[in-house]
Nanobody
Framework: QVQVVESGGASVQAGGSLRLSCAASGYTHCMAWFRQGPTEGREGVACIAADGTTKYADSLQGRVSISLDNVEKTLYLQINNLTPGDTAMYYC????????????????????WGQGTQVTVSS
């Protein structure tokens, strides 16, 4: 059984940075960060596979970085130059098996989800 627990969300000023963490238990092959604003659907932010392959949402490329500490089994998301548009609940998701590359930023393939951590960016 896989469990994931997010942390690190906060209220920050525009232009700041945050690092979100996701502690995982159990085997995971693909892990990802999603976010959901108050009026939007769940949006894929970044993902990483067991071989280290990463994928980023085009709209966030260059401002976010995903990494995985395999020893601590912790997934990270670094977000720089935050804007009010980044305000959302950020979710960690995991799947213990392979996901085709084209689907890795879609929520449907992921079996396990955390409760989310809130990021609020003020101008």
């Amino acid at each position: 059984q896989v469990q994931v627990v997010e942390s690190g969300g906060a209220s920050v000023q525009a232009g700041g940075s945050l690092r979100l963490s996701c502690a995982a238990s159990g085997y995971t092959h693909c892990m990802a960060w999603f976010r959901q604003g108050p009026t939007e659907g769940r949006e894929g932010v970044a993902c990483i596979a067991a071989d280290g392959t990463t994928k980023y949402a085009d709209s966030l490329q260059g401002r976010v970085s995903i990494s995985l500490d395999n020893v601590e089994k912790t997934l990270y998301l670094q977000i720089n130059n935050l804007t009010p548009g980044d305000t959302a609940m950020y979710y960690c998701a995991a799947k213990p098996s392979w996901i085709p590359g084209a689907q890795r930023l879609q929520p449907q393939p992921y079996n396990y989800w955390g409760q989310g951590t809130q990021v609020t960016v003020s101008s």
